[in-house]
T-cell receptor, first 113, second 112 residues
Framework: GESVGLHLPTLSVQEGDNSIINCAYS??????FIWYKQESGKGPQFIID?????DKRQGQRVTVLLNKTVKHLSLQIAATQPGDSAVYFC????????????FGQGTELSVKP | DAGVIQSPRHEVTEMGQEVTLRCKPI?????LFWYRQTMMRGLELLIY????????DSGMPEDRFSAKMPNASFSTLKIQPSEPRDSAVYFC??????????FGSGTRLTVV
C-alpha cells in the first residue's frame, strides 16, 4: 500500500551545523516528492521538490536527495539557523491517482543557538 | 497573489452545531485539496477537486462531512452536526496541474 514515513520524529542540532532529515516511501509508482516546512500556527510551506527522474536537487541552503532503489529521500539543510526550527514533512505524489499528496508523519527540527 | 485564503482562522462551536469552513484557491490553479491535521493522525487528505469536480472523497470521515466547489474561486467544507473529535486544524491547498501545491494558513476548529 501507500505510505510515507519519517525515520526520526525529532532532531536537535547546533546552530551552524548541517541537518539531515530522512523519509522513506513505499510506492515505487510515485514520481514526485515535496518537502514542506511547517512553523507553529502556520500552514505547510513549500521548500523544495524533486521528480523521480532526478536523484539530487539543490536550492538555497537545501538539498534533496532521492534514492529510488531503496525508496528513500532526504532533506539536507546547510548551516542550520534558528529560523529553520519547524516540523518538516515529506510528501509523495502519486501521479496516476490524480496528484494527491500523501504526507509523512513529520520531523521536528530544533536548532540550538 | 495573496495565496490560498481560508476563513475563519479560528472557530469554536458547540457539539451538534453546523460548521462551514471556506477556501479561496490561487487564481488559475485547477486542483483544490482539503486536509485535516491532528497530533494523532498528522495531515490527512479529506477530499480533492479538479476543475471544480470532486475526484476523490475517500478521506472524508463520515457523512457528517461534505465539501463543495461551486466555482473555480471558492470551496466550502461543512460539518453537520459537529462533534468534539472533529477538533483539528483544517487546511485547504491548491495546485496547478499537480505541481506547486500551496497551502492556506488553516482553520483551527474546536468543538466543545
Amino acid at each position: 500500500g501507500e505510505s510515507v514515513g519519517l525515520h526520526l520524529p525529532t532532531l536537535s542540532v547546533q546552530e551552524g551545523d548541517n541537518s539531515i532529515i530522512n523519509c522513506a516511501y513505499s510506492n515505487s509508482a510515485s514520481d514526485y516528492f515535496i518537502w514542506y516546512k511547517q512553523e507553529s500556527g502556520k500552514g505547510p510551506q513549500f521548500i523544495i521538490d524533486i521528480r523521480s527522474n532526478m536523484d539530487k536537487r539543490q536550492g538555497q541552503r537545501v538539498t534533496v536527495l532521492l534514492n529510488k532503489t531503496v525508496k528513500h529521500l532526504s532533506l539536507q539543510i546547510a548551516a542550520t539557523q534558528p529560523g529553520d526550527s519547524a516540523v518538516y514533512f515529506c510528501a509523495e505524489n502519486i501521479y496516476n491517482q490524480g496528484g494527491k499528496l500523501i504526507f509523512g508523519q513529520g520531523t521536528e527540527l530544533s536548532v540550538k543557538p | 497573489d495573496a495565496g490560498v485564503i481560508q476563513s475563519p482562522r479560528h472557530e469554536v462551536t458547540e457539539m451538534g452545531q453546523e460548521v462551514t469552513l471556506r477556501c479561496k484557491p490561487i487564481s488559475g490553479h485547477d486542483y483544490l485539496f482539503w486536509y485535516r491535521q491532528t497530533m494523532m493522525r498528522g495531515l490527512e487528505l479529506l477530499i480533492y477537486f479538479n476543475n471544480n469536480v470532486p475526484i476523490d472523497d475517500s478521506g472524508m470521515p463520515e457523512d457528517r462531512f461534505s465539501a463543495k466547489m461551486p466555482n473555480a474561486s471558492f470551496s466550502t467544507l461543512k460539518i453537520q452536526p459537529s462533534e468534539p473529535r472533529d477538533s483539528a486544524v483544517y487546511f485547504c491547498a491548491s495546485s496547478n496541474q499537480n505541481l506547486g501545491y500551496t497551502f492556506g494558513s488553516g482553520t483551527r476548529l474546536t468543538v466543545v
